[in-house]
């Protein structure tokens, strides 16, 4: 379960921030990954549930912004928008495909803070 080694890493990113900072408490957390990145938000939730009890951030919500998975299919030009990683285009079923988005890793985007 890598979500409990994100999650200590973001807690460590919290922490850091409210000493540089001077805020007192993390009221909400936006954060940033690919589709196909293999991060469990339910998972990464309980563990930050865990370890941000008595820390700035205990209490604080998270918000997944999920970024969708994206093929470029040389064969007809166009980039797709897939569920899944494919090996054919949906639209032509070429099969001349790279993946171009939904591997992104986990970013700490926004902190809304006290």
């Known amino acids: 379960m890598h979500e409990l080694s994100l999650t200590q890493s973001l807690i460590e990113i919290i922490e850091e921030y409210s000493r540089k900072h001077h805020f007192r408490k993390v009221n909400s957390l936006k954060l940033s990954a690919g589709r196909l990145s293999c991060i469990d938000p339910k998972s990464l939730e309980f563990a930050f549930e865990v370890l941000s009890r008595e820390t700035p951030a205990q209490g604080a919500s998270l918000e997944f912004e ?16 897939v569920d899944s990683c494919t090996a ?19 970013k700490l985007l926004e902190l809304d803070v006290d």
């Open 88 to 106: 054919q285009c949906p639209l032509c079923l070429g099969q001349d495909v790279v993946l171009t988005g939904g591997t992104q890793e986990l």
């Open 66 to 81: 999920i970024l969708p998975a994206v093929i470029y299919c040389f064969s007809c030009g166009k980039e797709v928008t």
